[in-house]
């Protein structure tokens, strides 16, 4: 399967932004698919998992701000972001593997990331 993130850009501390994970020569309900983000400086950083059936896992860094979703006709997952703060600021990937995980290791497709700048 080949992923393509997308969505972000540049916004307002407290906004909002949508990323999306859309497949390719794959099936996305095949596989769980991880958020990460990755800050300049800084260690790949897990956002949010999407199992197969739907459950989503979020930590609590961004738990009640961020949410996952799947549009299984669409082949594509969604990472919406809401009351975004600076500290958000961050590549973004979508990756995908057979089994859900928290370790960027595991994941075995990859997107290309894409840039989210928060301002204060």
């Known amino acids: 399967v080949q992923l393509q993130a997308s969505g972000g850009g540049l916004v307002q501390a407290g906004g909002s932004l949508r990323l999306s994970c859309a497949a390719s020569?794959?099936?996305?309900?095949?596989?769980?698919v991880g958020w990460f983000r990755q800050a300049p400086g800084k260690e790949r950083e897990l956002v949010g998992i999407?199992?197969?059936?739907?459950?989503?896992y979020l930590p609590d860094s961004v738990k009640g701000r961020f949410t996952i979703s799947r549009d299984n006709a669409k082949n594509t997952v969604f990472l919406q972001m809401n009351s975004l703060k600076p500290e958000d600021t961050a590549v973004y990937y979508c990756?995908?593997?057979?089994?859900?995980?928290?370790?960027?290791?595991?994941?075995?497709?990859w997107g290309q990331g894409t840039l989210v700048t928060v301002s204060s």
């Open positions: 990756a995908a593997a057979p089994l859900a995980s928290s370790r960027a290791s595991d994941y075995v497709y």
């Open positions: 999407s199992w197969r059936g739907g459950s989503t």
């Open positions: 020569e794959g099936t996305v309900s095949n596989y769980a």
